[in-house]
């Protein structure tokens, strides 16, 4: 390891992510690049010396006056002045001495260098490294004979010397190959002192190291004044864990632990929350969660995930995100799964927990105890004809609810002809179905042992056309699609329903045979589905001018075939669908959805985007969604810079129905080259029953060095479309 790299790789080190340099508004930024060399001295390439004049003894003292400078390729050591002690074997270099190279730059009272120990000490050194950039001195940096290093009274800032507003600081620092050990380290803040550690190991190379993590703290209304402190544990090296002590003011005190392993066949990740004795609940509160994937063989894999929690309104009391807090069950499975080129075989089991006390029974999944899946497909070659198998043999099981198994089997043929860029295909499916049933008396019993084999014919026909325009300045794109599709009718009214549903429509929806998702049903059908997409470029792009899509279904008989409690279908077409993208030049942006039926003559769903995104760094979103008789909702959110270094942050989302606000945050944030912060005041919708959250998150960034507080870059990258904090 060169010399230079290993003087500064206790900075290289602490950082968590590394900064490059930016000239924001009117801020005077240190400047950076990178060169891979280093070390001002190199012996693989040839060195020469330079002097003003020599004088002295040889075999005693010399004296070089009036420069020396020391050249090693494109690097460089200078001084005003040496003197050559060759009794001792040492080196004094004094007055204006530099260290210098593509990387950093070193500044010295003065150096000692001890031929003999093969020693270097410098005095007060004043260094800047252009790769993140820094800059920071040191009172002495000591050299020994094992390129170990020690250093005392030492600073690092990614600050100019003009706008100084944090610094760390160090009483000592040992390095040495693979580990580093600081003393009485402090982190200080407009010369205030914010952290302080009397003592800090931290790795010099790529290795892991345990020690603590960056700390979290915030509040929020139903958790009160939030406090962490992550430990990380290097157990080994494929073993890790992160320990995470949390103080909560409205609940107590928490216990987080994320375990991580990962070997030649297999990897897995473990969590266990803790919460002792909640204040609010006055019981203690558990959290578990495993994930895990074993590869046998490389065709063979095992995958586990499961999840525990003491109560249904954990995710709701204890997290704050929307995505667990509207989850409605956890989800326990374990799956072996074989792959092969032409075929895929997965064995499994499933079972859930309940979070939401309000989903009906009949709503609630069944588990499978256990199903095996299959799926092939295979090409004569002289042919071109494709055939293939789908299927599933799996037994349902729900307490007090119908249970029993259900074998099904698909097996398909077709065959893809191309003609001058229209592609037709021909398929031939046939659904065979089984129902091995246990008789329930609680509820009325359909036919314990229901099948059907049902055929389904179906003809599609794509294309990809191309047209230049403007002597070739754009092109267009246009893809037809139609789909003819015939099922006949089977009376599947004593059937079960175990896991099929009937999706909302839409353009994948709209050529996929089978109207329902799951093998309970299969939909009855005569009907042709038809669409388009168009597209326009500029010839030197591959992203769209604009792009519209259009599609309907036309049904030639009625459909019998139902769901409970669901209504026959009599129409003689579907809703018209439509989509639309125009990017109306760099900065103006609009989406537009909708599906209007013409039977009933009215919308079914809406949905519309706008977004300006400029230069600048000025976003403004704004989307409308509309679903009848079910969601009205708009959704707004910006990110504005108001002056030098200030942006402020805000989104709005309510929903009309329900009147009612389902998320709004403000924030403001400011950065300069070399720090930053961020402060959000939230409220969002955190219980089912439609009660809301409140919270406070701050959080500090310290280019080069990290991140103090909540991370609230999280909040703004999933609420603010188009929004990049890096």
Same mark, same amino acid.
């Given at each position: 390891?060169?010399?230079?790299?290993?003087?500064?790789?206790?900075?290289?080190?602490?950082?968590?992510?590394?900064?490059?340099?930016?000239?924001?508004?009117?801020?005077?930024?240190?400047?950076?690049?990178?060169?891979?060399?280093?070390?001002?001295?190199?012996?693989?390439?040839?060195? #020469?010396?330079?002097?003003?004049?020599?004088?002295?003894?040889?075999?005693?003292?010399?004296?070089?006056?009036?420069?020396?400078? =020391?050249?090693?390729?494109?690097?460089?050591?200078?001084?005003?002045?040496?003197?050559?002690?060759?009794?001792?074997?040492?080196?004094?270099?004094?007055?204006?001495?530099?260290?210098?190279?593509?990387?950093?730059?070193?500044?010295?009272?003065? &150096?000692?260098?001890?031929?003999?120990?093969?020693? &270097?000490?410098?005095?007060?050194?004043?260094?800047?490294?252009?790769?993140?950039?820094?800059?920071?001195?040191?009172?002495?940096?000591?050299?020994?004979?094992?390129?170990?290093?020690?250093?005392?009274?030492?600073?690092?800032?990614?600050?100019?010397?003009?706008?100084?507003?944090?610094?760390?600081?160090?009483?000592?620092?040992?390095?040495?190959?693979?580990?580093?050990? &600081?003393?009485?380290?402090?982190?200080?803040?407009?010369?205030?002192?914010?952290?302080?550690?009397?003592?800090?190991?931290?790795?010099?190379?790529?290795?892991?190291?345990?020690?603590?993590?960056?700390?979290?703290?915030?509040?929020?209304?139903?958790?009160?004044?939030?406090?962490?402190?992550?430990?990380?544990?290097?157990?080994?090296?494929?073993?890790?864990?992160?320990?995470?002590?949390?103080?909560?003011?409205?609940?107590?005190?928490?216990? #987080?632990?994320?375990?991580?392993?990962?070997?030649?066949?297999?990897?897995?990740?473990?969590?266990?929350?803790? *919460?002792?004795?909640?204040?609010?609940?006055?019981?203690?509160?558990?959290?578990?969660?495993?994930?895990?994937?074993?590869?046998?063989?490389?065709?063979?894999?095992?995958?586990?995930?499961?999840?525990?929690?003491?109560?249904?309104?954990?995710?709701?009391?204890?997290?704050?995100? $929307?995505?667990?807090?509207?989850?409605?069950?956890?989800?326990?499975?374990?799956?072996?799964?074989?792959?092969?080129?032409?075929?895929?075989?997965?064995?499994?089991?499933?079972?859930?927990?309940?979070?939401?006390?309000?989903?009906?029974?009949?709503?609630?999944?069944?588990?499978?105890?256990?199903? $095996?899946?299959?799926?092939?497909?295979?090409?004569?070659?002289?042919?071109?004809?494709?055939?293939?198998?789908?299927?599933?043999?799996?037994?349902?099981?729900?307490?007090?609810?119908?249970?029993?198994?259900?074998?099904?089997?698909?097996?398909?043929?077709?065959?893809?002809?191309?003609?001058?860029?229209?592609?037709?295909?021909?398929?031939?499916?046939?659904?065979?179905?089984?129902?091995?049933?246990?008789?329930?008396?609680?509820?009325?019993?359909?036919?314990?042992?229901?099948?059907?084999?049902?055929?389904?014919?179906?003809?599609? $026909?794509?294309?990809?056309?191309?047209?230049?325009?403007?002597?070739?300045?754009?092109?267009?794109? =246009?893809?037809?699609?139609?789909?003819?599709?015939?099922?006949?009718?089977?009376?599947?009214?004593?059937?079960?329903?175990?896991?099929?549903?009937?999706?909302?429509?839409?353009?994948?929806?709209?050529?996929?045979?089978?109207?329902?998702?799951?093998?309970?049903?299969?939909?009855?059908?005569?009907?042709?589905?038809?669409?388009?997409?168009?597209?326009?470029?500029?010839?030197?792009?591959?992203?769209?001018?604009?792009?519209?899509?259009?599609?309907?279904?036309?049904?030639?008989?009625?459909?019998?075939?139902?769901?409970?409690?669901?209504?026959?279908?009599?129409?003689?077409?579907?809703?018209? *669908?439509?989509?639309?993208?125009?990017?109306?030049?760099?900065?103006?942006?609009?989406?537009?959805?909708?599906?209007?039926?013409?039977?009933?003559?009215?919308?079914?769903?809406?949905?519309?985007?706008?977004?300006?995104?400029?230069?600048?760094?000025?976003?403004?979103?704004?989307?409308?969604?509309?679903?009848?008789?079910? $969601?009205?909702?708009?959704?707004?959110?910006?990110?504005?810079?108001?002056?030098?270094?200030?942006?402020?942050?805000?989104?709005?989302?309510?929903?009309?129905?329900?009147?009612?606000?389902?998320?709004?945050?403000?924030?403001?944030?400011?950065?300069?080259?070399?720090?930053?912060?961020?402060?959000?005041?939230?409220?969002? *919708? &955190?219980?089912?029953?439609?009660?809301?959250?409140?919270?406070?998150?701050?959080?500090?960034?310290?280019?080069?060095?990290?991140?103090?507080?909540?991370?609230?870059?999280?909040?703004?990258?999933?609420?603010?479309?188009?929004?990049?904090?890096?």
């Amino acid at each position: 390891m060169n010399t230079t790299k290993q003087l500064f790789i206790l900075f290289i080190i602490m950082m968590v992510s590394e900064a490059s340099a930016e000239e924001i508004s009117n801020n005077t930024c240190l400047i950076g690049y990178k060169n891979s060399n280093n070390f001002p001295i190199d012996s693989g390439t040839s060195t #020469s010396l330079t002097a003003g004049s020599i004088e002295g003894e040889v075999g005693k003292q010399l004296k070089i006056k009036n420069e020396i400078k =020391i050249t090693s390729g494109n690097k460089t050591i200078t001084g005003g002045e040496a003197a050559f002690d060759e009794s001792g074997g040492i080196i004094r270099v004094t007055k204006n001495l530099i260290f210098e190279n593509s990387d950093a730059l070193i500044y010295g009272k003065e &150096a000692i260098i001890r031929t003999e120990e093969k020693t &270097a000490l410098i005095q007060e050194g004043d260094y800047q490294i252009f790769s993140v950039p820094a800059r920071g001195v040191a009172k002495t940096i000591a050299i020994d004979s094992n390129n170990n290093f020690s250093l005392t009274d030492f600073t690092y800032t990614t600050c100019t010397a003009l706008d100084n507003s944090w610094e760390l600081r160090a009483e000592s620092m040992q390095l040495n190959k693979d580990e580093g050990v &600081a003393k009485n380290l402090s982190l200080r803040f407009k010369d205030w002192p914010i952290l302080y550690l009397p003592y800090l190991t931290f790795p010099l190379s790529d290795s892991r190291k345990s020690g603590i993590l960056t700390p979290n703290f915030g509040s929020s209304t139903k958790r009160g004044i939030e406090l962490s402190l992550p430990y990380y544990w290097n157990i080994s090296p494929n073993m890790d864990l992160i320990t995470t002590p949390k103080y909560m003011d409205k609940r107590g005190f928490q216990l #987080s632990n994320q375990f991580r392993f990962m070997t030649n066949k297999q990897k897995g990740e473990t969590r266990l929350d803790f *919460l002792f004795n909640d204040k609010q609940l006055n019981k203690d509160r558990t959290y578990i969660s495993h994930e895990q994937i074993i590869n046998l063989r490389p065709d063979w894999r095992v995958s586990l995930k499961g999840e525990y929690t003491s109560g249904n309104n954990y995710f709701e009391d204890l997290t704050q995100s $929307l995505s667990t807090t509207s989850r409605t069950h956890l989800v326990r499975s374990i799956n072996l799964d074989h792959y092969s080129d032409n075929w895929f075989l997965n064995f499994g089991m499933d079972n859930h927990q309940i979070l939401d006390d309000s989903l009906l029974y009949k709503e609630r999944p069944h588990r499978r105890l256990p199903y $095996l899946n299959f799926s092939g497909l295979w090409t004569l070659k002289n042919t071109g004809i494709n055939y293939g198998l789908n299927s599933q043999l799996a037994y349902f099981n729900k307490n007090g609810a119908l249970s029993g198994g259900r074998l099904h089997m698909m097996p398909n043929v077709s065959k893809t002809f191309n003609l001058n860029g229209i592609q037709i295909k021909p398929a031939l499916e046939i659904d065979l179905t089984k129902y091995n049933l246990e008789k329930d008396f609680n509820e009325k019993t359909p036919n314990l042992s229901a099948k059907r084999a049902v055929p389904i014919y179906s003809l599609d $026909l794509n294309a990809l056309l191309k047209k230049s325009w403007s002597e070739g300045t754009y092109t267009q794109t =246009i893809e037809p699609r139609i789909m003819g599709v015939y099922i006949p009718f089977r009376n599947q009214n004593d059937f079960p329903v175990f896991d099929t549903i009937q999706p909302d429509i839409n353009h994948i929806q709209l050529f996929r045979k089978n109207r329902y998702v799951g093998q309970d049903r299969i939909g009855d059908t005569s009907k042709l589905s038809y669409g388009m997409t168009t597209k326009l470029f500029k010839t030197d792009s591959l992203k769209p001018i604009i792009s519209l899509t259009l599609g309907q279904t036309h049904y030639y008989k009625e459909r019998k075939v139902t769901l409970p409690n669901e209504l026959e279908k009599n129409n003689s077409s579907s809703a018209y *669908l439509a989509m639309m993208q125009w990017n109306i030049n760099r900065e103006w942006s609009l989406r537009l959805g909708h599906m209007w039926d013409s039977d009933i003559g009215k919308s079914m769903k809406t949905e519309t985007r706008f977004q300006y995104k400029s230069d600048d760094a000025k976003i403004f979103n704004f989307s409308y969604r509309y679903r009848r008789n079910m $969601l009205r909702q708009f959704d707004t959110s910006f990110s504005v810079p108001i002056r030098d270094s200030w942006n402020i942050v805000g989104r709005y989302n309510y929903s009309i129905i329900d009147k009612k606000v389902l998320e709004q945050f403000i924030g403001v944030e400011y950065e300069t080259c070399c720090w930053g912060i961020r402060a959000i005041s939230r409220k969002h *919708l &955190a219980y089912r029953n439609g009660a809301s959250d409140s919270s406070f998150s701050i959080q500090f960034i310290f280019k080069g060095l990290g991140e103090i507080g909540m991370p609230i870059e999280n909040l703004l990258d999933r609420g603010i479309l188009g929004y990049d904090g890096t």
